[in-house]
């Protein structure tokens, strides 16, 4: 679909979403999506089937070496456009007992304070980040309803016998079972590495319920693991939340809408607080920097640790589309220091697409 000028048509302003009214849910939540969501389900890896239990006792003592939760089964990644896109992009999925929000419900920012010998309180600072302030400052919201809850916190451990995980960031639903984060979320060079994806996180679980989260099976992303236009990754979950809680789509970016501020940047950036999401809107994409069939979006939107993988999206009438995974930062001086960049980058562009059609396609 294009406009006038030819580009591709822009998704829709915050002045002309705060005329839509919400779209309101029309079905009861399904019997599968009710049965999948409603119960937690812990997985546990032992190195045997044979479990230890007494009569009458409800303890269940598991072999040495059990732990819990599973370590990823293939972990793969792709030559930069290697795999097949379509002029077709992947379309956005909202469940019919889902009502649609154009805005989050705001939350407050649970704040850690200490007291003084004088009795004054004290606020703990958190890390700074790479904050600009030219846009309307992260705000943290309760994540229900669609697309929000579909938007959620990913956990990694590098070794999955070890009980604590050891990084995390964001990442969003694309597909019945495909999630859409950062490649560089991913220890490319462990075996036995292991991650768990939270739909809707808030204040330590699932708003979808306690069956709203998932070990991951499958991870593919593109060769290169640093802030870069390729850098983007799929995983696979054991469950298919997409399917019971919704997903979002995916577009490449068209230059044509450079300078409009469609987008909207969601994380949980620990300088805010990593306990519940936070969201920016109004952001614009200054420029971007074409790497084959991908890019480099800059923009001065809010990027701080906690945001990585998570998704730089807009809406248009027919619901949200991803146009790029939150990347990081890119600091650029040319020779004697002319020409000089200070952006945080999103990685976008066609082969996007072709990796989010590559777990759809996959991983039905």
């Known amino acids: 679909m294009s406009d006038r000028y030819g580009v591709q048509a822009p998704p829709l302003t915050l002045d002309e979403m705060a005329r839509r009214e919400d779209v309101p849910a029309t079905e009861k939540l399904s019997d599968e999506a009710q049965a999948g969501l409603a119960s937690a389900r812990v997985t546990v890896t032992i190195p045997s089937r044979q479990l230890v239990q007494q009569k009458d006792d409800p303890t269940i003592v598991l072999p040495e070496g059990s732990f819990h939760g599973r370590i990823v089964d293939e972990t793969r990644l792709h030559e ?6 379509s002029d077709d992009p992947p379309h956005p999925h909202r469940p019919l007992w889902q009502p649609q929000l154009h805005y989050p419900r705001l939350t407050g920012v649970p704040e850690t304070r200490l ?19 030219e846009y309307t400052a992260r705000q943290t919201y309760y994540p229900s309803g669609y697309p929000w809850a579909c ?30 984060t950062a490649a560089h979320m991913v220890p490319w060079g462990s075996s036995n590495w292991a991650a768990q994806f939270v739909a809707g996180y808030y204040d330590g679980s699932s708003t979808s319920g306690g069956g709203g989260q998932s070990w991951v099976t499958n991870a593919h992303g593109y060769a290169g693991n640093e802030v870069s236009a390729h850098d983007m990754a799929v995983l696979r979950l054991a469950d298919p939340l997409g399917g019971w809680i919704g997903f979002l789509g995916t577009k490449a970016y068209d230059d044509g809408w450079e300078g409009g501020n469609y987008w909207t940047l969601v994380g949980y950036p620990s300088a805010v607080t ?29 990027d701080t640790g906690g945001d990585s993988g ?27 220091g002319i020409g000089s960049e200070d952006n945080n980058i999103v990685a976008g562009g066609p082969d996007l697409n072709a990796i989010v059609k590559y777990g759809r396609d996959n991983w039905p």
């Not at 007291?115 to 302030?133: A, F, L």
């Not at 990593?274 to 923009?299: C, K, N, T, W, Y």
């Open 151 to 180: 938007i959620g916190r990913l956990f990694v451990w590098n070794d999955a016998s070890q009980p604590n995980w050891d990084s995390y960031g964001a990442a969003a639903l694309v597909g019945n079972r495909t999630v859409l």
């Open 80 to 85: 930069p456009g290697s795999l097949a896109s």
């Open 274 to 302: 990593s306990e519940r999401p936070s969201f920016q809107a109004a952001i614009h994409v200054i420029d971007d920097d074409e790497d084959g069939d991908a890019q480099e979006l800059e923009h001065h939107g809010d």
């Open 310 to 336: 998570g998704p730089f999206f807009g809406t248009w009438a027919d619901g949200p589309y991803v146009i790029g995974t939150v990347s990081g930062y890119e600091e650029f001086s040319g020779p004697l």
């Open 115 to 133: 007291r003084r010998i004088n009795g004054r309180t004290v606020i703990i600072p958190t890390d700074s980040g790479h904050v600009y302030g």
